[in-house]
Nanobody, 129 residues
Framework: VQLVESGGGLAQAGESLRLSCAAS????????IGWFRQAPGKNRQVVACIGANDGRAYVQNFVEGRFTVSHDNAKNTVYLQMNSLKPEDSATYFC???????????????????????WGQGTQVTVSS
């Protein structure tokens, strides 16, 4: 699986950015896509995830109400819409893929980080106050 992120950049507090994660090399419906972020000196943390087979999504409570995750299976792409950005959202954002059974209801929130076996190169998000 190849994953390519795009859409990062510089934003001011309160502004929005949308990250994209384009997948190739595998049937998209067999993937859960997770968004992770890592700031300098901090541990990587999962932000959101979605099952590409059914669109069931999960967003961490620390970004709930501000971030949403969606998918476009026609484009093999998952999006992370980030609204009302805060300086503490500044980090490198990664998307990652985990294999799932496309015929079963997905629940990506139950996936451990080590179950994601393909990672994108990351895209930087910097939010100024």
């Amino acid at each position: 699986v190849q994953l390519v992120e795009s859409g990062g950049g510089l934003a001011q507090a309160g502004e929005s950015l949308r990250l994209s994660c384009a997948a190739s090399g595998v049937n998209f419906n067999t993937l859960a896509i997770g968004w992770f972020r890592q700031a300098p000196g901090k541990n990587r943390q999962v932000v959101a995830c979605i099952g590409a087979n059914d669109g069931r999504a999960y967003v961490q409570n620390f970004v709930e109400g501000r971030f949403t995750v969606s998918h476009d299976n026609a484009k093999n792409t998952v999006y992370l819409q980030m609204n009302s950005l805060k300086p503490e959202d500044s980090a490198t954002y990664f998307c990652a893929a985990a294999p799932i059974d496309p015929y079963r209801t997905s629940w990506c929130a139950a996936l451990r980080p080590d179950e994601y076996d393909s990672w994108g190169q990351g895209t930087q998000v910097t939010v100024s106050s």
